[in-house]
């Protein structure tokens, strides 16, 4: 069986009184569509599958209050250099994506860093660290 993981993670502000019981339900259920939007996009790249390889690529993007990507980067990757180009399309085609809930905005935007894991079997996925 053919594996090909998204982990979201995402920086929200902190918030002094912090956010409400509602609030974090619709958090989490707006992860949860991002997570399933993005991962209609996502692909292994042919030459990467012939190879047999794997690969964690961290990329850092902003989301408006549309689902509009407005920004994107590759923060760091480890393992084959030809998941890099994927998680950039990745990205640019998934857009817009569902839109946040407004309590997750911060100037009209929220910023998302998310590794985005590629192997073929499971038990062999590169593990994420703090560093990558």
Known sequence: M???WIVIVLL????VSGPSPQQ????RLWEQQLLTHLSLYKY???????QGATGLVRAEFFVDARGN?????IISYSGSELFV???QA???VAS?????????????EVQIVAPFLYCLEQGTCPRPTAGI
Not at 12 to 15: D, N
Request: hydrophobic share 35%; net charge positive.
């Open 69 to 73: 990507v407005s920004r994107q980067k």
């Open 90 to 92: 990745l990205i640019s």
């Open 85 to 87: 180009p994927a998680v």
């Open 24 to 27: 974090l339900a619709e958090q």
């Open 44 to 50: 292994y790249p042919e030459q990467a599958r012939l």
């Open 12 to 15: 929200l502000c902190a918030c």
């Open 2 to 4: 053919k594996y090909s």
């Open 96 to 108: 817009p994506v569902p839109a946040p809930p407004p309590s997750m905005l911060k100037d009209g």
